[in-house]
């Protein structure tokens, strides 16, 4: 198998040079009619962390040069090191993708959205008839082994940003969030995230309050919720059942006494205080008030630790369907050569039975011919049996892939199956 | 019979250990091997419970409510029964090891200690008698599952204020859901804990020539029961949350078992049978 693997990503280049060679959707579209001059074959995977080709090349060699070339052509990048681009030929070049499908490869193990992007990927190729028989299998076994990760294994569980964190916190506090309210204060990326998990986990009512009132209409906007002037952000405390800090403050900006009193108000109801800002926005002091939930950003980092350590022993689980996958991948690909060789060799002694009974046809009756045909066909079927199940055997279960194309490659040349004319119909006139 | 019956005893203690390791395991266990299989586990094991107190109840002409021994055993099944009730209808399957290890003491203290009794007193024969000594005991049963519960609770909240994500803030289901199935197994434990009263208070002067309303036991059970009465109305009335009611009905129970443990032991009592 002659596939290549082509990947910049987080461990073999710095952030400077995978932002320069990162490929948008329709930069894709635009370099796919580029790599079709060198590749057969291709899909172009693209993100923030990674970008990676894998293709079949035109040409039986096994030259990467052409198609970094080619990237760099419609990528320009000057500070490029050759040990930036990391190549992957044949069965290394399936495994790496299969890792990466799975999320192992990940700069964050287990990363979700790596499935949805090399989907995307192969659909794109698909879409420009970049793909054949061989992508076909191989990107679909690839996503196969993706989901089974997901589902066979805990790779993908448990909160890995502090933000997501936060939210499973608070589900441990409250069975379910559709009947709680929360506010978000901080309109910031921090904010968004944390605002947009706890819409996902279905919050029934969202609330933001931010310094700059727009960037809280904006964010408010997005996610189908309220805002509270940040002025008025103390008297509203009580309202909500979770209350999420996210902003730049240098000082605190709920104090001891602001939730104190929330406390009061909601007739000791409990309220769950999350600080991921850096430096902090609440009072610590206020964990020792009775139903409160207080908890910043040190703490939240113990669960995002524990679950990526989680999500790194899941790793070898994960490896062990890469393997599984492979074989059956690799067990599909080698029927590829054989398959043909069969049907050319059943072909051939097709053509000289029907031949050799196109000579007797009129010179026997018709019951002597049909009884001719029927034992012509039993004797072909039973001489090509024991060729035909060993070569599928060899395929299937043999991983040695040479083998099975030196045994096609002895077939074809002994029957001289490559000529279509030859037969040895004209023997008997020679 | 008395052979089975024999083996069945003897059987009982192993059969609540296994169900009991399975819920362990399963708790300390993150990769939730025996999710499905403890609860078949409960299930054989409440089946061989059943087909226990039955056979005895056929052997011995009476139900199994005339020593103390028999009735550790009808606890320990109301306790399991409960709870497997209450696993099916909420689903939350992560707490069984704790509940399941009060219904393996009870059943061992039982096993070890049963007599066989042919002769009992008539009154112990008596359906009423029966009907009230079992919804007591399912009323207890309740009333220890809410205070399980309500330890959850307690060290989940603990856990909870001092940031601590361990084993018990992975494995236990939120304090909202603990809190609704301690107060829910309150609720169910003080409606069978009323109906034993409204039962013992309209037969017991009938079938007891002594009876009084100022002996000991009444007393003290009538004191637990307002207790409870009066925590069940704070929650409805004044929307008592979390800590609160979880630390009112620990508090019932501490003064049930301690009301129990004093009227059976100390107390000269006609409420007294064996």
Same mark, same amino acid.
């Given at each position: 198998?002659?596939?290549?693997?082509?990947?910049?990503?987080?461990?073999?280049?710095?952030?400077?040079?995978?932002?320069?060679?990162?490929?948008?959707?329709?930069?894709?579209?635009?370099?796919?009619?580029?790599?079709?001059?060198?590749?057969?074959?291709?899909?172009?995977?693209?993100?923030?962390?990674?970008? %990676?080709?894998?293709?079949?090349?035109?040409?039986?060699?096994?030259?990467?040069?052409?198609?970094?070339?080619?990237?760099?052509? !419609?990528?320009?990048?000057?500070?490029?090191?050759?040990?930036?681009?990391?190549?992957?030929?044949?069965?290394?070049?399936?495994?790496?993708?299969?890792?990466?499908?799975?999320?192992?490869?990940?700069?964050?193990?287990?990363?979700?959205?790596?499935?949805?992007?090399?989907?995307?990927?192969?659909?794109?190729?698909?879409?420009?008839?970049?793909?054949?028989?061989?992508?076909?299998?191989?990107?679909?076994?690839?996503?196969?082994?993706?989901?089974?990760?997901?589902?066979?294994?805990?790779?993908?569980?448990?909160?890995?940003?502090?933000?997501?964190?936060?939210?499973?916190?608070?589900?441990?506090?409250?069975?379910?969030?559709?009947?709680?309210?929360?506010?978000?204060?901080?309109?910031?990326?921090?904010?968004?995230?944390?605002?947009?998990?706890?819409?996902?986990?279905?919050?029934?009512?969202?609330?933001?309050?931010?310094?700059?009132?727009?960037?809280?209409?904006?964010?408010?906007?997005?996610?189908?919720?309220?805002?509270?002037?940040?002025?008025?952000?103390?008297?509203?405390?009580?309202?909500?059942?979770?209350?999420?800090?996210?902003?730049?403050?240098?000082?605190?900006?709920?104090? !001891?006494?602001?939730?104190?009193?929330?406390?009061?108000?909601?007739?000791?109801?409990?309220?769950?205080?999350?600080?991921?800002?850096?430096?902090?926005?609440?009072?610590?002091?206020?964990?020792?008030?009775?139903?409160?939930?207080?908890?910043?950003?040190?703490?939240?980092?113990?669960?995002?630790?524990?679950?990526?350590?989680?999500?790194?022993?899941?790793?070898?689980?994960?490896?062990?369907?890469?393997?599984? %996958?492979?074989?059956?991948?690799?067990?599909? !690909?080698?029927?590829?050569?054989?398959?043909?060789?069969?049907?050319?060799?059943?072909?051939?002694?097709?053509?000289?039975?029907?031949?050799?009974?196109?000579?007797?046809?009129?010179?026997?009756?018709?019951?002597?011919?049909?009884?001719?045909?029927?034992?012509?066909?039993?004797?072909?079927?039973?001489?090509?049996?024991?060729?035909?199940?060993?070569?599928?055997?060899?395929?299937?279960?043999?991983?040695?892939?040479?083998?099975?194309?030196?045994?096609?490659?002895?077939?074809?040349?002994?029957?001289?199956?490559?000529?279509?004319?030859?037969?040895?119909?004209?023997?008997?006139?020679? | 019979?008395?052979?089975?019956?024999?083996?069945?005893?003897?059987?009982?203690?192993?059969?609540?250990?296994?169900?009991?390791?399975?819920?362990?395991?399963?708790?300390?266990?993150?990769?939730?091997?025996?999710?499905?299989?403890?609860?078949?586990?409960?299930?054989?094991?409440?089946?061989?419970? @059943?087909?226990?107190?039955?056979?005895?109840?056929?052997?011995?002409?009476?139900?199994?409510?005339?020593?103390?021994?028999?009735?550790?055993?009808?606890?320990?099944?109301?306790?399991?029964?409960?709870?497997?009730?209450?696993?099916?209808?909420?689903?939350?399957?992560?707490?069984?090891?704790?509940?399941?290890?009060?219904?393996?003491?009870?059943?061992?203290?039982?096993?070890?200690?049963?007599?066989?009794?042919?002769?009992?007193?008539?009154?112990?024969?008596?359906?009423?008698?029966?009907?009230?000594?079992?919804?007591?005991?399912?009323?207890?049963?309740? @009333?220890?599952?809410?205070?399980?519960?309500?330890?959850?609770?307690?060290?989940?909240?603990?856990?909870?204020?001092?940031?601590?994500?361990?084993?018990?803030?992975?494995?236990?289901?939120?304090?909202?859901?603990?809190?609704?199935?301690?107060?829910?197994?309150?609720?169910?434990?003080?409606?069978?804990?009323?109906?034993?009263?409204?039962?013992?208070?309209?037969?017991?002067?009938?079938?007891?020539?002594?009876?009084?309303?100022?002996?000991?036991?009444?007393?003290?059970?009538?004191?637990?029961?307002?207790?409870?009465?009066?925590?069940?109305?704070?929650?409805?009335?004044?929307?008592?949350?979390?800590?609160?009611?979880?630390?009112?009905?620990?508090?019932?129970? @501490?003064?049930?078992?301690?009301?129990? @443990?004093?009227?059976?032991?100390?107390?000269?009592?006609?409420?007294?049978?064996?």
């Amino acid at each position: 198998m002659n596939l290549i693997g082509i990947t910049i990503n987080h461990n073999n280049s710095p952030i400077e040079i995978r932002e320069s060679l990162h490929l948008s959707r329709n930069e894709i579209v635009e370099f796919i009619p580029l790599l079709k001059q060198v590749l057969s074959e291709g899909v172009v995977i693209s993100t923030c962390n990674r970008t %990676e080709i894998f293709g079949l090349p035109i040409t039986y060699s096994l030259n990467t040069s052409s198609i970094v070339e080619t990237l760099l052509r !419609y990528k320009p990048v000057k500070e490029t090191k050759p040990e930036f681009f990391h190549k992957y030929f044949s069965c290394g070049a399936v495994k790496h993708l299969f890792k990466v499908a799975s999320g192992i490869d990940s700069l964050v193990i287990g990363d979700s959205q790596i499935l949805g992007q090399v989907k995307d990927a192969f659909e794109i190729s698909e879409d420009m008839g970049f793909t054949g028989p061989v992508f076909h299998r191989l990107f679909g076994t690839a996503i196969k082994v993706g989901k089974r990760a997901i589902k066979e294994t805990a790779i993908g569980e448990g909160a890995v940003t502090v933000s997501y964190a936060a939210v499973q916190v608070v589900e441990k506090i409250f069975s379910g969030l559709d009947k709680k309210s929360a506010l978000v204060i901080g309109a910031g990326e921090t904010g968004e995230l944390a605002a947009i998990n706890l819409k996902d986990k279905g919050i029934s009512k969202l609330t933001i309050s931010n310094r700059s009132i727009e960037r809280a209409e904006n964010l408010a906007e997005k996610i189908h919720g309220e805002i509270i002037p940040f002025q008025f952000l103390n008297e509203h405390l009580h309202n909500f059942d979770i209350i999420i800090s996210a902003t730049s403050s240098e000082n605190f900006i709920i104090n !001891y006494a602001d939730v104190a009193s929330a406390v009061k108000k909601r007739r000791g109801a409990p309220i769950v205080l999350m600080d991921i800002a850096v430096p902090r926005d609440i009072d610590p002091d206020v964990r020792k008030i009775d139903n409160v939930f207080y908890n910043d950003m040190d703490s939240l980092k113990i669960i995002v630790d524990q679950n990526l350590q989680k999500r790194r022993n899941e790793i070898p689980v994960v490896e062990k369907i890469i393997m599984e %996958e492979m074989v059956g991948f690799f067990s599909w !690909y080698n029927t590829l050569e054989v398959v043909p060789t069969i049907k050319s060799l059943r072909n051939f002694f097709d053509e000289i039975r029907n031949d050799e009974l196109d000579k007797i046809k009129n010179k026997i009756s018709e019951d002597d011919f049909s009884k001719i045909e029927d034992m012509t066909r039993r004797l072909i079927g039973r001489i090509l049996h024991n060729p035909t199940v060993k070569l599928r055997e060899l395929a299937e279960n043999g991983n040695d892939i040479q083998q099975v194309t030196t045994k096609s490659i002895i077939l074809k040349e002994l029957f001289n199956l490559n000529s279509t004319n030859d037969n040895g119909k004209n023997i008997e006139e020679k | 019979m008395t052979q089975a019956l024999y083996v069945i005893n003897l059987l009982l203690p192993f059969a609540y250990l296994l169900t009991f390791l399975f819920y362990a395991l399963d708790f300390f266990n993150e990769k939730n091997l025996f999710t499905n299989s403890k609860r078949i586990f409960l299930f054989i094991t409440l089946l061989i419970h @059943i087909s226990y107190l039955l056979l005895r109840t056929i052997e011995f002409d009476h139900p199994p409510i005339t020593n103390k021994f028999e009735i550790f055993s009808i606890l320990a099944f109301a306790v399991s029964f409960s709870y497997f009730i209450l696993e099916l209808l909420t689903d939350v399957r992560g707490t069984g090891a704790f509940i399941i290890l009060f219904a393996l003491i009870f059943q061992v203290v039982s096993s070890l200690f049963i007599e066989n009794n042919y002769i009992v007193p008539d009154v112990l024969r008596n359906r009423l008698l029966g009907l009230h000594v079992i919804s007591a005991l399912l009323g207890y049963s309740g @009333i220890t599952i809410s205070a399980v519960y309500g330890l959850l609770f307690l060290v989940l909240y603990k856990n909870l204020k001092s940031s601590r994500f361990g084993l018990i803030f992975n494995r236990l289901p939120s304090l909202e859901i603990l809190e609704k199935l301690s107060f829910n197994s309150l609720l169910i434990g003080f409606v069978l804990f009323t109906i034993a009263i409204i039962i013992g208070i309209t037969w017991l002067p009938t079938a007891f020539p002594n009876f009084s309303y100022s002996d000991p036991k009444l007393i003290g059970t009538a004191l637990v029961w307002i207790i409870y009465g009066a925590g069940i109305l704070s929650k409805f009335l004044a929307n008592w949350y979390g800590k609160k009611v979880i630390l009112f009905s620990l508090t019932g129970f @501490i003064l049930a078992v301690l009301s129990l @443990i004093l009227t059976t032991t100390l107390a000269t009592t006609f409420h007294s049978f064996y």
